[in-house]
């Protein structure tokens, strides 16, 4: 009997924030996906359609994205990227140590760097007239200057944080990228390199075309 091939589907802004840029989070598993050459299914979803039952039930806090194939639904794109990286080869490395260490840089994507990345950049999009702006905004600076000049440290004149491309490298790069704005990645030349080279993949490259797509179809509608 011939197996039957669950293609997954993801959820993802109708209208997004971003405006096209590849910042929300479906782009890092749209990107894992096109890395392993997993087809899948987009299902776009408003504002208000985010916070209804039905959606609440793929994602319990009621943000994107979501992920769909056949019984299994899961939330945290961390995780679905995980999810993603284990099932098929290309993301994660074969050998027990090397997969660890890859392992390791996705949590500090997701949990060292985004952390003030996020804080710093909530701050500048939601407290921008407030009297203390200017006195704060140096201080979340400085957290995020803190964490890119280790990471920059660490990777050097490497490629990649640890050997070949891998998940870690993926959400590494989908977190600084939310910096883009602000500046402060041109202090490190080697990460602005580091992103690039990433931003080249053809993998990367069909993600951000796909979320860029639905972008402009919301223009021209």
Same mark, same amino acid.
């Given at each position: 009997?011939?197996?039957?091939?669950?293609?997954?589907?993801?959820?993802?802004?109708?209208?997004?924030?971003?405006?096209?840029?590849?910042?929300?989070?479906?782009?890092?598993?749209?990107?894992? @996906?096109?890395?392993?050459?997993?087809?899948?299914?987009?299902?776009?979803?408003?504002?208000?359609? @985010?916070?209804?039952?039905?959606? !609440?039930?793929?994602?319990?806090?009621?943000?994107?994205?979501?992920?769909?194939? $056949?019984?299994?639904? !899961?939330?945290?794109? $961390?995780?679905?990227?995980?999810?993603?990286?284990?099932?098929?080869?290309? @993301?994660?490395?074969?050998?027990?140590?090397?997969?660890?260490?890859?392992?390791?840089?996705?949590?500090?994507? %997701?949990?060292?760097?985004?952390?003030?990345?996020?804080?710093?950049?909530?701050?500048? !999009?939601?407290?921008?007239?407030?009297?203390?702006?200017?006195?704060?905004?140096?201080?979340?600076?400085?957290?995020?200057?803190?964490?890119?000049?280790?990471?920059?440290?660490? %990777?050097?004149?490497?490629?990649?944080?640890? $050997?070949?491309?891998?998940?870690?490298? @993926?959400?590494?790069?989908?977190?600084?990228?939310? !910096? $883009?704005?602000?500046?402060?990645?041109?202090?490190?030349?080697?990460?602005?390199?580091?992103?690039?080279?990433?931003?080249?993949?053809?993998?990367?490259?069909?993600?951000?075309?796909?979320? %860029?797509?639905?972008?402009?179809?919301? %223009?021209?509608?």
């Amino acid at each position: 009997m011939k197996k039957t091939i669950s293609v997954p589907t993801i959820t993802a802004f109708k209208n997004s924030p971003d405006r096209g840029k590849g910042l929300a989070r479906d782009m890092r598993v749209r990107w894992a @996906l096109e890395e392993v050459e997993q087809p899948y299914n987009v299902q776009l979803v408003t504002f208000e359609e @985010l916070k209804q039952p039905s959606h !609440l039930a793929l994602q319990p806090f009621g943000q994107i994205p979501s992920y769909e194939e $056949g019984d299994l639904v !899961l939330f945290e794109s $961390g995780a679905i990227v995980f999810h993603i990286a284990e099932k098929h080869t290309g @993301l994660l490395p074969s050998e027990a140590k090397a997969r660890a260490h890859a392992i390791a840089w996705m949590f500090c994507a %997701l949990n060292t760097i985004e952390a003030p990345i996020v804080e710093r950049s909530s701050f500048v !999009l939601f407290e921008h007239d407030k009297s203390w702006y200017n006195e704060r905004l140096p201080l979340l600076d400085e957290r995020v200057h803190v964490r890119l000049k280790q990471l920059s440290s660490h %990777l050097g004149n490497a490629s990649w944080l640890d $050997g070949a491309f891998s998940a870690g490298d @993926l959400l590494m790069v989908t977190v600084l990228r939310r !910096l $883009g704005s602000s500046g402060l990645l041109n202090h490190y030349p080697n990460l602005c390199d580091y992103i690039a080279r990433a931003e080249a993949r053809p993998a990367y490259q069909r993600a951000f075309a796909s979320q %860029l797509a639905v972008f402009n179809d919301t %223009l021209n509608s």
